[in-house]
């Protein structure tokens, strides 16, 4: 009276089949789990005895062990429930047939019998389907993410009856495969750029980032539209296309933030509050989970006010903003989740926001201003390849008629010049300007003579700061990008140097 | 400094006690009959009549007639600083008019060859662009003339003005509120030392380890205004440290100069009212010259320095620019308005513009014609 049913736990993104092994034997009732399950596993005991009854299926009367295989992974998670009932059901021929070896089961029970949804079903899916097998048994209400795999039959069920009667033959349910329409993007957007009034300098900068991918320091006075247009980054953004999709979806699946809903379409714009600690943007967590920049993962991660973040908070952006990816390591071993994102980050030019504002006083004394411009010296300011100021936003320009480009046209130049870099990229591993290292810069942004003369007066009569000079190349590479053009011309570099403000001397 | 005089000596032991005003020291040195040498020599016989002293001063010179000048001869040695008293010869003629001249002045670099014309260009502390702009080109106009610039040390305009005097080669005096072994700002210790190798000099009237208490810079705004021949105000709030400085001015009958401003900015208010008040309004450094009359040598040579500035490199959008920047400072989305040139190419112009030294870029993405 054996029965092994197959599962899945989650390390991560990652997930790992797990034997559920169910042996019925004589002696005293009893009903014990081993191989290190969790607490959550530990109390679906209670809910697997309640839910076969309230089914309608009677619960053995005798010693039932329940293993988990491999003995020496610990294993957490709630979607085991469903295995161990099936595996009891087995063992105890409710289930005439033995479920084959190509069949996993993850669901959660309720205590009435029905299956709820489970966190991490994508993931499990797709690992699953990596491991080789022909089907796996998911709730009801996590079709919509999963049923976008393909090559593993999806099965959706809504009850413990349901499946025992698709088990035995005597119902038949359908794989549900979700259908991946091409997104009309725009429309799913509540925002558009047409709704920014005016502000054409900053709308260009924005609009390079974009294109670039480029992350962007937005510099100014309270009311100046940097929050505003920081919100309709996403909806000029390329179309996510399926595998990224399928990722992006993934983590929103094992953070439990999809509320059955299907693969994320949109590009995800995060913006975490200047309280948020280390951990919710690193992630982390005793069983670690994703955090801010990993949910910002091919989207955008939104820093407003960004020097009245703790230093340690800013310091995580370091390796993400490098590797496109963060390691996290915890006693349970070490996880890495994906951490691909354009950066925007506002702020004001003093703590009051208002210096240089002539109809405004400024209330900070120079040591406030000083401290907190020095919050984002150095590395970080190293990492960002625009920086713009942007003044307030004029009455005229709120209450003009005119009309202003919508998203959907500046999308266009921008997927333009996203073709053009995945073209000149192709085989080398990166996908956007931004991504290049000062080995590529020097093949990929060659400049003619006339160029090299500018830049060299742009730097003695300017006071760049040398660190500028690369910055500056990638963005005139986004500049001639954007224009189609096959090399980057004196014009082109002009305009990049005008996207270095906070390297100019009068700053200070 | 080798040694002091008696007349230094007496001085600066006064000046060394902490919270004695310079006009206790007048009071003291009137009690005493105006002579520095009585009153050394009499000080302990009459130090019980002195009833306007509080009894801690008394006590502190008492105790410190002794041993100060030792210990002010090495500190001076080691800050490279000198003292000069009013009773010296190389104490600046203009200072020494003004009522309540101070009594000493500790000094870095060199005070005595600071001679001829000097104007004092004061301003706020947080500027706006306009306020920046206008004082770095009315201090370079000066400057060219080789008028020393006197200014107070202070963040903002005074930065401005002294940079702007260095890069001309003028000479320049920054007049600080704070002892001489003091650095404040602290963002200014490169300025101070910068001012000193190029030939100018940092004073004050503060004894060593004097910090820089919000009153002192009241007072020394008077010293700012008594070394020069004329205050030119950039930008000025209502109730402002630098309106104070134009008070002194016009106490002491200097000419006061303020650059007019818009009349809803806030920066402009103070210098807007000065001009209500009588100031010369003052939109070039003609203006000035007008009103001092030793300038007006200078005049010729500026004029024929002045040359036209020549458009012919242009191309037609850069012109287009530069008149639409020919009626005040633009940011980009301003110009662009009114120009209709595309975002891009005025960025990409302005840059190119900029290094040909047609315009210039100030803070909040704004420009103006250099």
């Not at chain 1, 006071?463 to 011309?489: F, M, P, Q, W």
């Not at chain 2, 303020?258 to 103070?270: D, E, H, R, T, Y």
Request: with cysteine.
């Amino acid at each position: 009276m054996l029965s092994k049913i197959k599962t899945c736990v989650l390390y991560g993104l990652e997930g790992y089949g797990v034997d559920v092994e169910t042996d019925l034997s004589g002696g005293l009732p009893s009903f014990s789990i081993v191989g290190l399950p969790d607490i959550s596993i530990k109390e679906s005991k209670e809910r697997v005895r309640s839910a076969l009854k309230n089914s309608g299926y009677s619960f053995p009367v005798s010693r039932i062990t329940v293993n988990l295989a491999p003995a020496n992974l610990k294993k957490e998670g709630s979607q085991i429930d469903l295995p161990i009932a099936i595996g009891i059901l087995s063992a105890n021929k409710v289930i005439e047939k033995n479920v084959d070896e190509g069949t996993c089961i993850i669901g959660e029970l309720s205590l009435d019998g029905k299956i709820n949804a489970v966190d991490g079903a994508l993931p499990m899916v797709i690992s699953m389907l990596s491991n080789n097998f022909k089907r796996i048994i998911i709730p009801e209400d996590n079709k919509e993410e999963c049923g976008s795999v393909n090559g593993i039959d999806v099965i959706p069920v809504e009850s413990i009856r349901d499946l025992v009667n698709y088990f035995n033959g005597y119902i038949d349910i359908e794989p549900y495969i979700a259908s991946y329409a091409p997104s009309q993007s725009i429309e799913i957007f509540q925002e558009d750029f047409s709704e920014i009034k005016g502000q054409p300098a900053m709308k260009r900068a924005v609009e390079i980032a974009a294109a670039g991918m480029h992350n962007i320091l937005l510099l100014g006075s309270p009311g100046s539209g940097k929050t505003m247009i920081a919100r309709r980054i996403p909806t000029i953004l390329p179309d996510l296309t399926f595998e990224e999709s399928l990722e992006v979806t993934k983590i929103y699946s094992i953070s439990g933030m999809l509320n059955n809903k299907g693969l994320i379409r949109q590009r995800p714009f995060r913006s975490p509050h200047h309280t948020s600690s280390r951990v919710s943007m690193a992630g982390g967590g005793s069983k670690p989970s994703p955090g801010e920049v990993s949910l910002a993962h091919y989207g955008v991660l939104f820093l407003d006010e960004i020097p009245e973040f703790p230093k340690n908070v800013i310091e995580v952006l370091r390796q993400p903003m490098e590797d496109g990816n963060i390691s996290i390591s915890r006693a349970n071993g070490s996880f890495t989740f994906p951490a691909k994102f354009m950066m925007v980050a506002s702020m004001n030019p003093c703590p009051c926001g208002y210096l240089g504002d002539p109809s405004h006083e400024c209330s900070c004394s120079q040591s406030q201003i000083d401290r907190y411009l020095g919050k984002i010296s150095g590395p970080l300011l190293n990492r960002i390849d625009i920086q713009i100021e942007v003044s307030p936003v004029k009455y005229e320009d709120l209450n003009n008629e005119r009309t202003e480009e919508s998203s959907r046209e500046i999308k266009e130049r921008i997927v333009e010049a996203r073709k053009i870099q995945q073209e000149r990229y192709r085989g080398i591993g990166i996908i956007t300007n931004s991504e290049l290292s000062s080995r590529y810069i020097t093949k990929f942004c060659k400049i003619n003579r006339e160029s090299q003369i500018l830049l060299k007066d742009a730097f003695e009569r300017l006071g760049l700061s040398a660190r500028a000079y690369n910055k500056i190349l990638k963005v005139a590479r986004t500049i001639a990008d954007l224009e189609k053009a096959d090399n980057i011309e004196t014009g082109h570099i002009a305009e990049a140097i005008q996207y270095r403000s906070l390297d100019r001397k009068y700053w200070r | 400094m080798e040694k002091l005089n008696i007349n230094q000596k007496t001085i600066a032991w006064l000046n060394s006690a902490n919270g004695i005003s310079n006009r206790k020291i007048e009071k003291l040195l009137e009690y005493f009959n105006v002579n520095p040498k009585e009153l050394w020599d009499n000080f302990e016989s009459e130090k019980h009549n002195l009833s306007f002293l509080k009894p801690e001063i008394i006590d502190y010179l008492t105790k410190s007639k002794n041993t100060f000048e030792e210990k002010l001869l090495i500190r001076l040695k080691n800050e490279e600083a000198n003292i000069i008293t009013v009773y010296d010869n190389c104490y600046p003629e203009k200072l020494k008019q003004i009522s309540y001249a101070p009594y000493i002045l500790y000094c870095k670099g060199n005070l005595r060859e600071i001679d001829g014309i000097s104007i004092a260009v004061v301003g706020s502390r947080k500027a706006t662009a306009y306020g920046k702009w206008a004082a770095e080109k009315l201090t370079g106009e000066i400057s060219e003339l080789g008028v020393n610039i006197i200014s107070g040390l202070a963040v903002g305009i005074d930065t401005i003005a002294h940079k702007t005097a260095l890069k001309y080669k003028t000479k320049t005096v920054g007049v600080i509120g704070c002892g001489i072994d003091k650095v404040y700002p602290k963002t200014n210790e490169n300025l101070y030392k910068e001012i000193v190798q190029s030939g100018g000099a940092v004073i004050t009237e503060y004894p060593f380890g004097m910090q820089p208490l919000p009153s002192n810079f009241h007072d020394r705004n008077r010293i700012i205004s008594g070394l020069s021949d004329g205050v030119l105000v950039i930008e000025a709030q209502e109730r402002s440290g630098t309106l104070i400085t134009a008070g002194h001015a016009a106490d002491q009958g200097r000419e006061i100069f303020a650059v007019p401003g818009n009349i809803n900015s806030l920066f402009s208010k103070g210098t807007n009212a000065l001009i209500k008040d009588g100031a010369k309004i003052t939109t070039s450094v003609d203006d000035i010259i007008e009103e001092i009359m030793e300038l007006k040598n200078f005049r010729d040579m500026a004029i024929n320095n002045q040359s036209t500035t020549n458009y012919d490199c242009l191309g037609y959008d850069e012109i287009k620019i530069i008149s639409c920047l020919k009626s005040g400072i633009k940011d980009v989305n301003e110009i662009c308005e009114e120009t209709g040139i595309d975002t891009s190419a005025i960025l990409s112009l302005a840059t190119l513009l900029e290094i040909k030294g047609f315009i210039k870029q100030l803070s909040g993405n704004k420009f103006v014609l250099s």
